[in-house]
């Protein structure tokens, strides 16, 4: 019965992850700052570590200026994060692409 139970959690937690909106392809890869890590993929699945308090894997969500991480993992650190976007991907003079998370500067790398 435990058996039953883990393999319908999982089903439903698949079920809610949701592809990447066309619009927001620009968020796609890694990305890095003093503070935060995050790999984000096109069918929506990521990764956000936060330095020195932990990591989730699970999926990200773009809406309404902001990014919401929901992880899929019990054991992961964080279960649950959500960072306002304060600006879009962006590419300045250096060539350097970057996005303002919560006031902190991340690259793509």
């Not at 890095?32 to 990521?46: R, T």
């Not at 969500?61 to 992880?71: G, L, Y």
């Not at 976007?85 to 006031?103: K, S």
Request: with cysteine.
């Amino acid at each position: 019965m435990k058996t039953f139970y883990t393999v319908l959690i999982c089903f439903v937690l698949l079920s809610c992850q949701e592809d990447l909106d066309p619009s927001d392809y620009e968020f796609r890869g890694s990305w890095d700052s003093p503070k935060y890590a995050i790999q984000i993929f096109m069918n929506g699945s990521a990764t956000l570590d936060i330095r020195n308090r932990g990591t989730l894997r699970g999926f990200v969500k773009i809406r309404n200026e902001k990014m919401i991480f929901t992880s899929e993992h019990e054991d992961d650190a964080i279960g649950y994060k959500r960072l306002d976007i304060d600006q879009r991907p962006t590419t300045d003079t250096n060539g350097v692409t970057y996005m303002i998370l919560e006031g902190h500067r991340l690259e793509k790398h």
